[in-house]
Every structure is written in structure tokens, then in C-alpha cells.
T-cell receptor
């Protein structure tokens, strides 16, 4: 099946710093990628839809200026958490949409962010 | 919130027993998918059932869909300890497949 990677797998940072998370589709091109956030023992909540070559579409309640998304190529989307605070600590998961067939999303392994 | 509900929230069974998880959703859908997530890991796609299908099988998995009741069930037969994980349903619309995830069921299978 299609493979999606995320980097880093975990990151610890100080409050006020910015953190960039990469999501790559390794063996297919994805015009659309999605970013989710998952708090402990909770479900995935969609944060934004990342579209290659255009601005991301954010879900209600998600701050655009805080969670910067860039989808500069068909295989890479990045999420930058700016001026991170402890409440931003979470598990961030991306997925890449493979058009055609079942129109499936393939999920990355996730990135654990801890903000001290 | 458009998020679906799953029940039970947690399920504890013995190896060899069957596990049934239920999912209810709120809006019209194109398809419904089930995913598994091991603790602290990404999601693994298990099975997709389209809105015009009523039942689907894959190995030890059986999924049903009742669009009139806006509900789905996932049955895992002859469970194994390795099935211990969280299971999520997710509903998809047409087009770009924006998924809405259910609240999840934490399954514990004891040897």
C-alpha cells in the first residue's frame, strides 16, 4: 500500500518556540493532505486540509496563524506550530489522499509534540 | 459537532471471543471506514464500506452498514491479543474524502 512518513516522530520544545512537522507521501503524489490532532485517549480531530499549490483550508476553531501549513510539492506538506505553548502538546497525524480507486487516505505514523 | 459516536468506549474480552463495536453518525455519507490504532501510533486502514453496501468481510472482520439508522458495526471474530488497540470509524463524503472520525472504542484482548 501507499506509504506516508512523518518527521520527526517526536519532539520536545520550550514554550514560545516554533516546531515544524513534515508529512511525505513516499510512493505516490498527493494533491491533498490532511492534518489531524489527537489528544490522549481521544479521537482524531481534523485541523486543516492542505492543498498543493494553494492555501490550506482550516477547520472552525483552528488558528491559521498559529498552525502554518505549506504544501509546496505533490509529496510534501509541512505543519508549523508557531509560538508553541503547553496546551499545544498533542499527537499530530497527517494523511495523504490518493485519488482514484477507493479514494483512500493513507496516514502517517504521527508526531508526538511536547511543549514544556 | 459532526463527530460520530462509538460504543462501547472500552471493551475487554478474552482471546477467542468475538468483539463487536458500533458506530453512529449524523450526516449522509458516501462511505464509512474502520481504522485501528495501536497506542501512540498512526492509523491502519481496516475496511471501507460504501453507502450502497450493507455488509462486507475481510478475514476475521465483518462490517455492516445501515444507512437508514446511520449506524455501522465492526465484528472481530476469534480475537487475539494482537487485536488490542483502539478502533475508530470514519465517515467520508465524496470528492476529497474529508473524514470525520468517531470517538473510538478501546479494545483489550487478554490471553
Amino acid at each position: 500500500g501507499a506509504v506516508v512518513s512523518q518527521h520527526p516522530s517526536w519532539v520536545i520544545c520550550k514554550s514560545g518556540t516554533s516546531v515544524k512537522i513534515e508529512c511525505r507521501s513516499l510512493d505516490f503524489q498527493a494533491t491533498t493532505m490532511f492534518w489531524y490532532r489527537q489528544f490522549p485517549k481521544q479521537s482524531l480531530m481534523l485541523m486543516a486540509t492542505s492543498n498543493e499549490g494553494s492555501k490550506a483550508t482550516y477547520e472552525q476553531g483552528v488558528e491559521k496563524d498559529k498552525f502554518l501549513i505549506n504544501h509546496a510539492s505533490l509529496t510534501l506538506s509541512t505543519l508549523t506550530v508557531t509560538s508553541a505553548h503547553p496546551e499545544d502538546s498533542s499527537f499530530y497525524i497527517c494523511s495523504a489522499f490518493l485519488a482514484g480507486g477507493n479514494n483512500e487516505q493513507f496516514f502517517g505514523p504521527g508526531t508526538r509534540l511536547t511543549v514544556l | 459537532s459532526q463527530q460520530g459516536e462509538e460504543d462501547p468506549q472500552a471493551l475487554s474480552i478474552q482471546e477467542g471471543e468475538n468483539a463487536t463495536m458500533n458506530c453512529s453518525y449524523k450526516t449522509s455519507i458516501n462511505n464509512l471506514q474502520w481504522y485501528r490504532q495501536n497506542s501512540g501510533r498512526g492509523l491502519v486502514h481496516l475496511i471501507l464500506i460504501r453507502s450502497n453496501e450493507r455488509e462486507k468481510h475481510s478475514g476475521r472482520l465483518r462490517v455492516t452498514l445501515d444507512t437508514s439508522k446511520k449506524s455501522s458495526s465492526l465484528l472481530i471474530t476469534a480475537s487475539r491479543a494482537a487485536d488490542t488497540a483502539s478502533y475508530f470509524c470514519a465517515t467520508g463524503n465524496t470528492g476529497f474524502q474529508k473524514l470525520v472520525f468517531g470517538t473510538g472504542t478501546r479494545l483489550l484482548v487478554s490471553p
